[in-house]
């Protein structure tokens, strides 16, 4: 069953930002990582929980590689770029 690695991001250093994009990408395709919404336009229809500043979503062949990625010492260094330059809320959830 797939899984997919939901994040929010207040961009603060766009320019450091697009460097972490840059590395990020081939790491998540090496665990099977298929990006299907990278901060596209949105319209937020409700919003009790929570306001949304700019989506990605990354879909993965199931939890352990989503987990996997997430956790690896190779995003390690690339994570540590997006937390010294964006805010963000990450979940991995299961797919239906």
């Known amino acids: 069953m797939s ?3 939901i ?3 207040n961009i603060k250093n766009l320019e450091a930002y697009e460097e972490y994009k840059k590395l990020a990408k081939p790491i ?3 665990f099977g990582g298929v990006y ?3 901060g ?3 319209k937020v229809l409700e919003s009790d929980l929570w306001s949304p500043t700019r989506i990605v ?3 993965f062949p199931d939890m352990a590689s989503a987990e ?3 956790n690896s010492d190779e995003y390690a260094p690339v994570q540590k770029i997006r937390h010294e330059n964006a805010d963000c809320t990450l ?3 299961d797919g239906a």
């Open 28 to 30: 998540a395709e090496k």
């Open 7 to 9: 994040v929010d991001t």
């Open 3 to 5: 899984a997919f690695v």
């Open 91 to 93: 979940v991995i959830v």
């Open 36 to 38: 299907r919404v990278r």
């Open 68 to 70: 996997a990625f997430a």
């Open 40 to 42: 596209g336009d949105m």
């Open 57 to 59: 979503v990354v879909e």
